[in-house]
């Protein structure tokens, strides 16, 4: 559905987007990962053909962004990084002028903007001013926006920046209940929430390709170690760490084991182990036959935000987001 | 066609849900009011006088009232042209509501038109309060009217010429301040170029004097079309409405 090659992105004086490749097949949810300034925001700007590529080809369903920006723009839906929203204007009067803008008329344009009132949860604010909204509602309504000509490409560029939890949450679920039927590229600094909404990730550092697969593939790949949490029970509270701890590192194959955390009468060990070198029968026998119980036992998944400082070299990860960066055209 | 009308529809819109166009109306009605009532008071005394001093000479709506006054409005417009076109590309490019329109499926020429017809829209409004007062003198003289009509013809092609330069302008800067002050100087630049025709003859005062946007509104003051002042300003509108779609594409360029 998206084809990107060799794609290149000179401003004046910056390359913002250096030589990426990466294809999206349709109907798959996919994470643009990468700290502030990588070049999320201008690779989005390229494929809905609001900046030309400086070098490198770019196509949304087999149309060049280039040749056929018309065709391409018909089918996508972007959520810019700040909403495009005129203040003057009330809420279903600005869905109504997007929904013409983008090729709606009459009786579809009605029902699609009934859609997606209820769909971005923003009926409640239906006639209200969009200059008077939230920093939330602006956000939904920006992404109603987006959706409005249920477009087969959605481009969202942080789409849950700036709303409450639970607003966070169902958010996700609803780009994760768009895919499907629409292929989906967002970016966002928050890693679980690649873990959570997308299938493929793919991480982006200083305008550079750093890694894209699938997020499970990429989970264990940068699992050369492998580690197991193993939470152990004492049943009188007498249990020592230390004591624990050396039991478990006699076991064959254990590299390195970190107590992570002590409460009550439990204690919860990391247990490191070069990739397939631990039989974990050999573990759960050893903490049984030294009389204690074995409460937990299972595999812990290097988060994302390891992988993200692995692969681009152990920066701080982008998570601070700077106040919404100023728009140029 | 249909997205010029949508775009046009949207800042019609906008100027009529924010102050601008209401405060826009009002000033201009009450500095060509100001204007009118003047020029007719002195017309009144001036018949008076005559009569008194058993005079008869044919007192003329048309020449003596309305002619000057038109010229008055061609240049009172000057001064609101900039207030009318500063923000039409300037806002969007500072909200970023630019990302909205450049990413949909519409020509940029559309959109260019469709801002450009709402600001012609909002100038004609103002034009019409000057109707409103010439309605008077229907009411007590008979003035000729058609006379009339070419004139308010002359001055909405006036009025395209520069809001399109203004429109061109707006596009350069994404700053509402500076694209109006900018077409402001330009206005009034078109407007005192005519001034060098007073003391220089040569060729270049007399290309400078062409291309002096009020010189070519006199033809349609004295109520004649003339095609060479008509070609005058559809020229200028094209051009300025082709430099305005030139701009917009470069700026995905440049940036
Ligand atoms: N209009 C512009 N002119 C010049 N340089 C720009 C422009 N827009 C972006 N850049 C530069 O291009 C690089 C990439 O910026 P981009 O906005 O794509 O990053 P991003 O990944 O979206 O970052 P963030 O997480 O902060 O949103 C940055 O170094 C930025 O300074
Ligand atoms: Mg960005």
């Known amino acids: 559905m998206i084809e990107v090659k060799q794609l290149t992105k000179r401003y004046a004086r910056t390359t913002a987007v250096d030589q990426i490749s990466f294809s999206v097949e349709k109907g798959q949810i996919v994470g643009f990962l990468g700290p502030n300034g990588a070049g999320k925001t201008t690779t989005m700007r390229v494929l809905t053909c609001f900046l030309p590529p400086s070098a490198g080809t770019a196509k949304v369903a087999g149309f060049d962004v280039l040749e056929q920006p018309r065709e391409v723009k018909r089918r996508i839906g972007y959520l810019p990084e700040s909403p495009p929203l005129y203040p003057e204007m009330g809420t279903v009067e600005y869905l109504r002028f997007v929904g013409k803008l983008k090729g709606l008329s009459g009786a579809e344009l ?3 903007i009934d859609y997606v009132l209820g769909r971005c949860f923003i009926s409640d604010v239906k006639t209200k001013l969009l200059g008077k909204l939230s920093k939330g509602y602006r956000q939904r309504v920006g992404l109603a926006q987006a959706i409005i000509h249920n477009p087969d490409v959605l481009i969202l560029d942080e789409p849950t920046a700036g709303l409450d939890p639970k607003q ?6 609803l780009i994760r209940s768009l895919a499907g039927d629409h292929t989906i590229i967002l970016s966002t600094h928050i890693l679980p929430e690649v873990e959570q909404t997308c299938e493929q990730v793919i991480i982006i550092n200083k305008g550079r390709l750093a890694a894209t697969d699938s997020v499970r593939n990429l989970q264990a790949r940068t699992r050369g170690v492998e580690s197991l949490l193993v939470e152990i029970a004492g049943g009188d509270g007498s249990l020592e760490q230390d004591l624990v701890r050396s039991t478990l590192e ?26 397939g070198q631990l039989n974990r029968g050999d573990l759960a026998r050893a903490v049984v036959g030294a009389g204690w119980d074995l409460n937990e036992l299972r ?30 055209a | 066609m249909r997205n010029i009308w949508t775009i046009c529809r949207k800042e019609l819109g906008t100027y009529f849900a924010s102050p601008i166009a209401y405060l826009l109306l009002t000033m201009f009605g009450v500095v060509f009011g100001f204007f009118f009532w003047n020029a007719l008071g002195y017309f009144v005394n001036m018949g008076m006088e005559m009569q008194m001093r058993g005079e008869t000479m044919p007192m003329n709506l048309n020449e003596q009232i309305i002619r000057p006054l038109l010229s008055n409005v061609s240049v009172i417009g000057l001064f609101f042209i900039p207030m009318i076109t500063m923000r039409l590309f300037a806002e969007e490019k500072r909200s970023g509501t630019i990302e909205l329109l450049a990413t949909s499926p519409v020509r940029d020429i559309e ?5 450009w017809f709402a600001a012609l829209i909002l100038y004609a409004c103002l034009l019409l309060f000057t109707a409103l007062n010439f309605g008077f003198l229907f009411l007590y003289g008979k003035p000729d009217w058609k006379p009339l009509a070419v004139a308010y013809l002359g001055l909405l092609l006036q009025g395209g010429l520069l809001l399109a330069i203004g429109t061109f302008i707006s596009t350069l800067t994404k700053n509402q301040i500076i694209a109006g002050a900018a077409t402001f100087g330009v206005c009034i630049l078109l407007w005192v170029l005519e001034w060098v025709s007073g003391y220089e003859s040569a060729a270049w005062a007399t290309v400078l004097a062409y291309l002096s946007v009020i010189t070519h509104f006199d033809s349609f003051a004295r109520g004649v079309i003339d095609s060479k002042d008509l070609i005058f300003y559809l020229t200028g509108i094209f051009l300025g409405l082709f430099i305005t779609a030139r701009s917009m594409e470069s700026l995905r360029w440049r940036s």
């Open chain 1, 110 to 112: 009605d029902k699609r």
């Open chain 1, 168 to 173: 966070i949450n169902e958010t996700r679920d």
């Open chain 1, 250 to 275: 006699q076991i064959p194959g254990v590299a390195q084991v970190v107590s992570k955390d002590a409460k009550d009468s439990r204690l919860i060990f990391e247990v490191q182990t070069q990739k």
């Open chain 1, 299 to 328: 595999a812990a998944s290097m988060s994302l935000e390891e992988i993200f400082l692995e692969l681009t070299g152990n920066e701080t990860p982008a998570e601070v987001k700077e106040p919404a960066s100023e728009i140029t």
């Open chain 2, 111 to 115: 959109v260019i038109l469709g801002k």
